[in-house]
Structure formats: structure tokens, C-alpha cells
């Protein structure tokens, strides 16, 4: 279009010339000709300029048809960008308040507790204006426990509409949780649980522990559910908390009761054994006294027979055959040997019923080896056994020294009576801390391990063929732990069959 235009105006420009050279001269058709051709050329100029502008104008509608577009495109984004924003938001304030809540939860010490933890601030974040969450202890019983946005009268009504028609099993056995739309409500129950929640739309699930009371969540909402899928997996998260919970709490609670009834347990043995103690402690004073009170009974007449042996055998009655004099001597020697045993009953009661006080004095060690040794060394040296002692730089013990020198006699006499001739029977002291440790140690037949935890018990003798030759009543080990207990020092002994024993005796020196 534009060479044509050019064409006629190059035309009119050489038709225009012409007239201008010959006009003077020459009037004829020509420059009627080059007059048309400028004419026709100013048009097609215009006819040019004009649609130039048509064509701008075509552009610029189709930049600003762009250009709507784009900002069109733009506010849409921008709307999407600002809901999917709230949308973000309030998720983000139900996972705080499932947070928070998760907390409460922890220090639930109860199942019933949990399903009170339900607050306004868990249901509007939630994204709900009302909630209600109760307890089930079976599938015909519901207690409301949490009531949020609900009146008693709508919550009571709430109940009975679950008890009446059966509600509670369905959401505790059906899959869960479930929106309810009164729109596409399918049955008249759940119109009418949302009539009565007054909303149009809610989620109901079932909160169902592995142990522990199970229980319902239902939560309506005002508006409408903008991500239903998103929605029904928080409260599913939010009643699998709940779920937990109440089985942490029940398992505390069982835990709990448990320990109680342990504790409870304890106590009252505690109380039986502390009654049969009484009990014992009564009938060992019986014994005790009844002992004592027979020893005491033996030894007025038994003091009687070994005085009239002593006159017998003295002469005083007449002269006395050998057989005579030989009986005599036996009465005498059977008459100690009684009023031995009858004084070591009487002891062991009389420590025992606490009649005895030990006097508790510094007693120089070498006097009271050289009263101990005095008693012993006729017995010694009768079996030629060799004696040592090893007094470790020991100077003294504590106590009553009549009495710990029983201890020591009637030690060193076992150790004589149970060691065979030439054997060696050694003592030693030695300071440990606030005690002495005395140890009488021999060489002598030992004793079996099952007779050495009973050697200490009145009347114990080992079961061993050489208790049949060797003389003896089992009271002198029993004495010797009263004494040493009384003096609240400890006795033990270490032994080994045909190799010897060692008796150890510790004593506080404080
Ligand atoms: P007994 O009068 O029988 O000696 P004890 O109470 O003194 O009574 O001793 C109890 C038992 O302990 C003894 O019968 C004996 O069997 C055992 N026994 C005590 N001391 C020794 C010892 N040194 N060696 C071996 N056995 C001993």
C-alpha cells in the first residue's frame, strides 16, 4: 500500500513540474492530469496516515487486552496467595495448641482428666466455634467432660441423642474421624446432632486407647469447610493424642494403685511381724524367767549334795574304803559339771531378759590373758598342745572383764577339747578402728559348714563322731555370743573339716 502511495505521489510531483513549465505555454490536458494525480496522491497519503493509525490503535487495544489480563492474573494469585496464607495461619495456631496441649496432657495423672482438657483456645484454632469431648466408659454410657460454645441444656440434649439412638458405638467402632454436612447429612441423627450444635457442618471421632476409658470429640463449625482432608487429619491427630493420654494415665493410674497396694501390703506385714516380735519377745521372757526360775530351784539342792560329798569325803562319818572314796569323787566332779551347766542356763536367761548390766571398763590387756591363761593351761598342758598369743601391740579392752574372760575360757576350752595332742591352739589381738578383733584359732578337727551357722544356738552340738567321746551340754557357745552381743561386739567362725577353726570375736573399744 505504501509503494502505491509513493507511485502517485511521484507521479503528481512529474505532473505538477510539467505544469509549472508549460503553463505559460502549452494549456491543455497535462496539466489537468498532474492536478488528479496530486489529489489522488494527497489522498492516498491521508488514506496511509489514516490507516497507520488504525493499526497503532489495534496495538495498543491488544497490549492493554494484555495488560488486564496480567493484572487479572495478578489479583488472582494475589487472593490465592492471601487464603492459602490464612489457610498456613491456622494451621499453624492448631499445631500450637496441639503442642500445648500435649503438654497439659503429660502431667494428666488420671484418665478421667484428659477428656477435661479440652479448651476454647484448642477449638477456635482448630478452626471450630463449638466442641464438646466426653468419656465412654461403655457403649451405653457418655459423660461430657469438656463443653466449649455449648450451653448445659444443648449438651445435656447432645447426650441423650447419643444414648437414645445408639450413637456411641458407631463412632467408637466406624472409621473416624467423619464430617457431618447438614447439606448431605445422611441420616436424621446426625441433622439432628447438627441442629442441635446449631452448625453446618462438624467432625466426630472416637478417642480409643489401647487400655483405659475410651471416649467421643465432636466439633462444629459455623462456616464452611474449606480443606475437609486437611481438617479431618488434624482432629485425627488431635484424638490420637487424646489416645495416648489417657493410656499413659491409665497405665500411671494401674502403676500407681499398684505401688499403693504394694506399700499397703508391706505395712501390714510389717505390722504382723512386728506383732509376732511382741509376741516372741513375750514368750522368750516366759522361757527365760521359767529357766531361771527352775536353774535357781536346782542349785539350793545341788549346792547341798556336793557340800554332803565334800563331808563324806573328808572322813568326818568314818573312815572310807577306795570304792567309797572313788564314788565320792565322782559325785563331786558330776555335782560341778551340774552346777556349771545350771549357772550357764541361768547366764544365758538372765542376759537375755536384760537382768545382766555389762560393766563396760578399760581392762589392761596382760592381767586378763594371765587370768584366762590360769584356767587354761592344766587343760593345755595336759594334751601337750602349744599355746601362743600375738597381742599386736593391743594394751587393752573394753567391758566387763569377769565376763570377757568367760568368753575367752570358754573359747580356748573348746579349742583344747576339740583339738587332738601335740596340736597348737594360738590367740591373737589386733586393733581395727574403734574395735579390738580377737581371734582364738586351733588345730583341731574343724567343723562341717552346715553345723557352723547353729553352733551359736542354746543346746547346739555338732553332728560329729567326736562330740560322742568329748564331753559337752552346748550352752557355751550360746553363752559366749550373749555376752559378746551385750557388749555390742559380733562373734563368727571360719572352719575347715579336720583342719582346724578360728572363732573371732570384734569389740568396740568406744
Ligand atoms: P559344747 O559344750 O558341746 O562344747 P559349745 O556351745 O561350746 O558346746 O559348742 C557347741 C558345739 O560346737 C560343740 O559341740 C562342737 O561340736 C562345736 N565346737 C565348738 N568349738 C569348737 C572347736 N574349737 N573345734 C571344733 N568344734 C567346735
Known amino acids: 500500500m505504501a509503494y502505491l502511495t509513493y507511485i502517485v505521489l511521484a507521479i503528481g510531483v512529474v505532473a505538477a513540474a510539467g505544469l509549472a513549465i508549460g503553463s505559460a505555454s502549452v494549456a491543455g490536458a497535462l496539466p489537468m492530469v498532474g492536478i488528479l494525480l496530486i489529489s489522488l496522491g494527497y489522498l492516498a497519503v491521508k488514506a496511509e496516515l489514516s490507516w497507520r493509525q488504525t493499526d497503532e490503535l489495534q496495538r495498543m487495544r491488544n497490549a492493554y487486552d494484555q495488560l488486564d489480563r496480567q493484572a487479572k492474573l495478578i489479583i488472582r494469585t494475589d487472593l490465592e496467595l492471601h487464603r492459602t496464607q490464612e489457610e498456613l495461619d491456622r494451621r499453624l495456631a492448631s499445631l500450637m495448641s496441639l503442642y500445648h496441649l500435649g503438654q497439659q496432657l503429660q502431667v494428666s495423672l488420671r484418665p478421667e482428666e484428659v477428656f477435661q482438657k479440652l479448651d476454647a483456645s484448642v477449638v477456635t484454632n482448630f478452626g471450630f466455634s463449638t466442641g464438646v469431648l466426653g468419656m465412654c466408659a461403655s457403649f451405653e454410657s457418655l459423660e461430657w467432660r469438656s463443653a466449649i460454645g455449648v450451653t448445659p441444656a444443648v449438651a445435656n ?16 467402632t466406624g472409621p473416624a474421624p467423619r464430617l457431618l454436612q447438614a447439606s448431605s447429612a445422611a441420616n436424621p441423627e446426625e441433622r439432628k446432632l447438627l441442629e442441635l450444635l446449631g452448625v453446618p457442618t462438624a467432625i466426630i471421632a472416637g478417642i480409643i486407647p489401647n487400655s483405659g476409658p475410651t471416649g467421643i470429640l465432636l466439633l462444629g463449625r459455623t462456616g464452611s469447610v474449606a480443606n475437609v482432608k486437611a481438617d479431618e487429619e488434624l482432629v485425627a491427630i488431635l484424638t490420637n493424642y487424646l489416645a495416648i493420654a489417657v493410656e499413659n494415665s491409665a497405665l500411671y493410674e494401674k502403676t500407681w494403685s499398684a505401688q499403693r497396694e504394694l506399700e499397703l501390703k508391706v505395712q501390714q506385714r510389717t505390722q504382723e511381724l512386728a506383732e509376732a516380735n511382741t509376741v516372741l519377745t513375750r514368750l522368750n521372757k516366759a522361757k527365760s524367767d521359767f529357766v531361771s526360775a527352775v536353774s535357781h530351784e536346782l542349785r539350793t539342792p545341788l549346792a547341798a549334795i556336793k557340800g554332803y560329798a565334800s563331808l563324806l569325803a573328808t572322813g568326818q562319818f568314818g573312815p572310807l574304803v577306795k570304792a567309797q572314796s572313788e564314788r565320792i569323787a565322782k559325785i563331786e566332779k558330776h555335782s560341778d559339771l551340774l552346777a556349771q551347766f545350771i549357772n550357764n ?20 590387756i596382760n592381767d586378763f590373758l594371765a587370768a584366762v591363761q590360769d584356767v587354761v593351761t592344766p587343760q593345755l598342758e595336759a594334751k601337750h598342745i602349744r599355746f601362743s598369743v600375738d ?17 575367752f575360757v570358754n573359747l580356748l576350752s573348746n579349742a583344747v577339747k576339740y583339738t587332738p595332742e601335740g596340736g597348737s591352739i ?59 552381743e551385750a557388749h555390742q561386739g559380733r562373734i563368727w567362725v571360719k572352719s575347715e573339716k579336720n583342719k582346724g577353726s578360728t572363732f573371732s570375736v570384734s569389740l568396740p573399744l568406744e
Open 391 to 407: 597381742r599386736d601391740g593391743v594394751k587393752e579392752l573394753v567391758g566387763d572383764s569377769s565376763h570377757l574372760q568367760r568368753v
Open 426 to 484: 594360738r590367740v591373737g589381738l589386733v586393733r581395727e578402728g574403734a574395735t579390738v578383733l580377737a581371734t582364738v584359732t586351733d588345730t583341731g578337727c574343724g567343723i562341717a559348714a552346715e553345723d557352723q551357722s547353729k553352733l551359736f544356738q542354746e543346746f547346739y552340738r555338732a553332728n560329729d563322731p567326736v562330740n560322742q567321746q568329748v564331753r559337752g551340754t552346748g550352752l557355751g557357745l550360746a553363752l559366749v555370743k550373749r555376752i559378746v
Open 157 to 172: 440434649a447432645l447426650r441423650a441423642l447419643f444414648l437414645d439412638r445408639g450413637l456411641v458405638k458407631p463412632v467408637l
Open 345 to 364: 542356763l541361768l547366764d544365758i536367761a538372765r542376759i537375755e531378759s536384760g537382768r545382766v548390766t555389762m560393766e563396760r571398763r578399760p581392762i589392761p
